[in-house]
């Protein structure tokens, strides 16, 4: 794949915006109709929920596939009839409207049931990311303590490896058999004990709300610091169903949705799976990404759609090219992250119709989707928000002389922000002090109230917009948000080290930014670079290690004690302008070496895959 630079237009003139418009024309009424139609069942029905919509799916569309991946194909019905086993479980164990059920599987078809499940309830599903270990993996346990804590059997050994630092005092613990091959007596199989649940719609579903929290997505967000627990309440994920299923895409019963994404981010729960529920249409998952046998599992579930984060193209873009990529059923695709250079090759490769870019935080208040096609956008957004001039060198929004924020010109970059309202609400993080920190008050009048998203978009013109970069310490690595701070706290515990500061920086051919931590040591230590890694890789997912490593003897400081990083991320893992110890971990090593003049032009060049 090529590193050239790619000329990326920055701004839409009226013309491709007149164009644009004239091509969804025939299907403007419908898309606005549907549109109506969804925004007013939603604000009608305050009695609805997830679990509602898949009965009245089940009941619709009883032998259509709901789930399909190579764990085998569920129809509606039998869906419906596990979730059904999964609520009448968590009710005999207690469970209510409101309390917190704790699920931690890999992408298999029991996911999705107990997630079901717990929507019929009303419980609210702590979905856990099988990606953390460490301090992180144990908070986001602790963070909402589950109520029942329900651990597939793929992740029961490195949940018994944190199980001491996690409090069980107050839960029910129960192992969901996988394969049968992990036999432990640390967590109870309740495989059977479900079996026996009653299949039954449970009468607990009518009573839940469209206000009610459905889910618990951890997320480290733009802040830094371990995961926070951002709340997803029934009303988004229905008005998903509306927007994605209805307006944004075309849906059918007989479509399929790949998402080979983990259904414990908001890609999954909150893009990819509620169109395709509402339309009584298929999700095909598998357990992890494959970049390899993506063509297969899209020719095998017949896949219309596919849900993606900008990494999974990348990575699909680098595997061999066939004549007959572009053979396939797959003609949408929707996410996130697409980069501008391999937009157009992407589509070009895969035959892809229609690229419906979007942007939005799992906690935000708006979303932004490239309802129109626009090459190389993000889209619109259909509530308010605001692109403001952001002084990066300061850390703050640019103000006018009477103290309010100032909007970015067409072609201009600078901070995002979105209003908070009735219409638009904040659910904000399970931790208040949390939620506080994400909102701007006073932005262009007295009283007004905006959710700060973090991210720096370019304004394109015509209220359309382009992802630029994210602020704040976190980074974006293989389609994961990377907290700096959880990083320097396991860096800091390695022997010999006196204190850490972790950054992003960008590398040519790479989605995101890598990792890179400047290190000062203790004196006259000797730090041992093959256990560091191990230290890392034990503490940390995999996609949090710092790809780069450089020694300092001591760090540049604001007047408020915060470690100065513009410089640092400036001078990147250049040996030319590296004056200290420079070191990179390579693809396939167990140890950082020396970036030498050779490996720096093959890292520029694109030749390794990190």
Known sequence: MSTQPVKIPTTLSASEFLLKIIEIAPRLPSMIFNLIKGLKSIGSNTNNSWGLELER?????PQNAAVKSPDGTLTYQELNERANRFAHYLISKGVRRGDVVTLCFENRPELLAAYCGCSKVGAIASLINTNQRGDSLVHSFNLNRGKVVLIGEECCEFFI???????LSQSTLGMVRDAGQFKTKDVPDITDELARQNGANPSTTKSVTLKDTMAYVYTSGTTGGLPKAAVIINKRTLSAMFWFGKFVMPVKPTDTIYIPLPFFHTNAITVGWPPALYNGAAVALRRKFSASKFLDDVRQFQATHFVYVGEVCRYLMATPAKPDDHQTTLK???????RPDIWMPFKKRFGIDKIYEFYGAAEGVGVFTNFLNIDYSVGTSVTPFAIVAYDTENDRPVKDEKGFLKKVGKGETGLLIMEISEKTPFAGYSDKKKTEEKIFRDVFRKGDLWF???DMLRNMGFRHAQFADRLGDTFRWKGENVATQEVEKAIDTFPGVKQ???YGISMPGSDGKAGMAAVIRDENAAIDLSRLVAHLKTGLPKYAVPIFIRFVPDFEWTATHKIKKTNLKNEGYDPARVREELY??????ETYVPVSEEIYRNITAGTYKF
């Open 57 to 61: 799916i089940a009941a619709q569309y």
């Open 161 to 167: 490896e944190a199980r001491s630092g996690i409090d």
């Open 332 to 338: 949408y695709i929707c996410g996130n992250g697409l």
């Open 452 to 454: 700060n998203t973090g």
């Open 500 to 502: 850490s500061a972790v």
């Open 584 to 589: 990179v971990l390579l693809p396939g090593s």
